[in-house]
Structures are given as structure tokens and as C-alpha cells.
């Protein structure tokens, strides 16, 4: 995210984004394996006076933490509307941390969010958590695009099933392998939440594959916990035979629906 508040004419900017860098910044890009959590966040632009920068700066360390933010504010004696640096403050919130990567430019009242997000849930709650922080006096443009991370969740299972032992929910080593490789993805994702989703085929009762379809999904979170993926950014779900996406009259069919799924929330 970054947050630029450039001069204008007669009114203070704002420019806050977070890397890979936009071309208004001079910040290096940085290397593409380091992770969205760790990148610089660069803030620039005019305010008008050195309190209103440290209420700024003091947000936005809050929010992304000391270290990674670049100080690129200057203070000249320009004019605002009322209670500008307020209502710039209040907009600096942890709901701009599901940007990524990300900018957000002020310029008077006229305000305007880009970047990705992982749905459209959260585009509309972005823009909407900015109108409030500010009056109906600012106009919020939103021009946020629900981004690829979803993309990225599917290209690495590729379509492959994630084996457990036949009626448990204890995974094989070759299903544990697959999530070794999603555990990496989902690390380089450190403000979305996922739903993890099981399917079962409909041989059997409805209510024992429904129980059996969470107890994998369960299996599941508990592996990636262990691996090192919050608890609190992991949800789960059992659909049992309710969502096939093969016939279940073959053995590859029935194959293909015992499957774990999943979601960018």
C-alpha cells in the first residue's frame, strides 16, 4: 500500500502504497520471493504542519509496523479543508492491509483506491470503510480489482486430490505433499482468510460422508497450523456428496469428488 498525499493546488495530498513499487516512488522493487508482509510501505506528499504528519506516521507504524514504513512526507504551510489530517488518519486502518499491492492517493477530498484484493466482498468493504473514516464532503473512488490470489490457490493444486486412508481422515504422504506445496503459496498471503472445503462421493449415508467431509477439511487446517498458518486466517467446511463434479457411477468419478477444496474468503 502506498499513500501519497502530493501537492495540489490550494489543498494537501496523500500518496500510501505498499511495494512492488508504483512509478511515483523511488523505493527499490523489491525481490519477488519476499513475502507481501514484509515489503516497504511508502508514504508521501504535502501536509501542513509537523503534528499532522506525526498523527500520520504514528497510523500507519501502527498498522503495518515501524519497520517497514518510508518516510517521504514534506510540511509546507498550504491550506486543508477542516479536520483534514483527521479524517486522512482515520483512513489509514488495518482494512488497508487486504490491498496488496495497493495505493491510496488524497488529494483534498478527493480520494482513490487501487490495487488488488482477494474478492469482491472485501473491494466493497475497502471503499466503504474509507467513506466512512472521512465526511460526505470527500468522494472515494474506487478503482480496487479483485486480484489473482484465488488463481494462484487453484494453479498450485492443479486439479490433484488430496489422498487420505480409505473412511478416516488421516492424510497419505503423498496428500501431505500437495499441501506442502499450498502451505508455501498461502504463506506469501498473510492477510487473506481461507475456506477449507471437503467432498465426499455418495457411497454411504449422507450424514456419516457430511461427518467425514469436515473431519478431512479439519485434517487439513490442523496440518497447515502445524506448518505455520494462523489458526484465525483458516475456516472449514464439510459438503459431503452435496457438490460432485464427476458422475459417481465410475470409480474415476468417485475419485475425482472426494476432494478437498480452496477459497480465498
Known amino acids: 500500500?502506498?499513500?501519497?498525499?502530493?501537492?495540489?493546488?490550494?489543498?494537501?495530498?496523500?500518496?500510501?502504497?505498499?511495494?512492488?513499487?508504483?512509478?511515483?516512488?523511488?523505493?527499490?522493487?523489491?525481490?519477488?520471493?519476499?513475502?507481501?508482509?514484509?515489503?516497504p510501505v511508502v508514504i508521501e506528499g504535502v501536509v501542513p504542519d509537523q503534528a499532522t504528519k506525526a498523527k500520520l506516521l504514528g497510523n500507519l507504524r501502527a498498522v503495518y509496523g515501524a519497520e517497514r514504513v518510508v518516510d517521504r512526507i514534506q510540511v509546507e504551510s498550504i491550506a486543508t479543508p477542516p479536520n483534514w489530517g483527521d479524517y486522512v488518519a482515520g483512513m489509514i486502518n488495518t482494512g488497508l492491509k487486504r490491498v496488496s499491492p495497493g495505493k491510496l492517493e488524497v488529494n483534498g477530498q478527493s480520494v482513490r483506491v487501487t490495487g488488488e484484493v482477494a474478492n469482491e466482498a472485501l473491494r466493497q468493504q475497502v471503499a466503504s470503510d474509507l467513506s466512512l473514516a472521512s465526511n460526505t464532503s470527500y468522494t472515494v473512488s474506487n478503482a480496487l480489482k479483485v486480484g489473482s490470489q484465488q488463481g494462484v490457490l487453484d494453479q498450485t493444486l492443479a486439479n490433484r486430490i488430496i489422498e487420505f486412508q480409505s473412511g478416516s481422515a488421516k492424510l497419505t504422504p503423498f496428500g501431505m505433499s500437495i499441501l506442502d506445496e499450498m502451505v508455501a503459496k498461502m504463506a506469501q498471503?498473510?492477510?487473506?482468510?481461507?475456506?477449507?472445503?471437503?467432498?465426499?462421493?455418495?457411497?454411504?449415508?449422507?450424514?456419516?460422508?457430511?461427518?467425514?467431509?469436515?473431519?478431512?477439511?479439519?485434517?487439513?487446517?490442523?496440518?497447515?497450523?502445524?506448518?505455520?498458518?494462523?489458526?484465525?486466517?483458516?475456516?472449514?467446511?464439510?459438503?459431503?456428496?452435496?457438490?460432485?463434479?464427476?458422475?459417481?457411477?465410475?470409480?474415476?468419478g468417485r475419485a475425482r469428488n472426494r476432494r478437498i477444496e480452496f477459497k480465498i474468503q
Do not use: C, W
Request: charged letters at 15%.
Open 1 to 39: 500500500m502506498t499513500m501519497h498525499l502530493s501537492k495540489v493546488t490550494y489543498l494537501a495530498t496523500l500518496l500510501l502504497a505498499v511495494a512492488p513499487a508504483f512509478a511515483q516512488t523511488a523505493a527499490p522493487a523489491p525481490a519477488a520471493n519476499v513475502p507481501a508482509a514484509e515489503r
Open 189 to 252: 498471503m498473510p492477510d487473506s482468510r481461507f475456506l477449507i472445503i471437503g467432498h465426499t462421493d455418495n457411497v454411504g449415508q449422507r450424514e456419516s460422508n457430511l461427518s467425514l467431509s469436515h473431519a478431512r477439511a479439519a485434517a487439513v487446517k490442523s496440518y497447515m497450523m502445524a506448518k505455520g498458518i494462523p489458526s484465525t486466517h483458516m475456516d472449514v467446511l464439510g459438503k459431503g456428496p452435496d457438490e460432485p463434479v464427476a458422475d459417481n457411477t465410475s470409480n474415476d
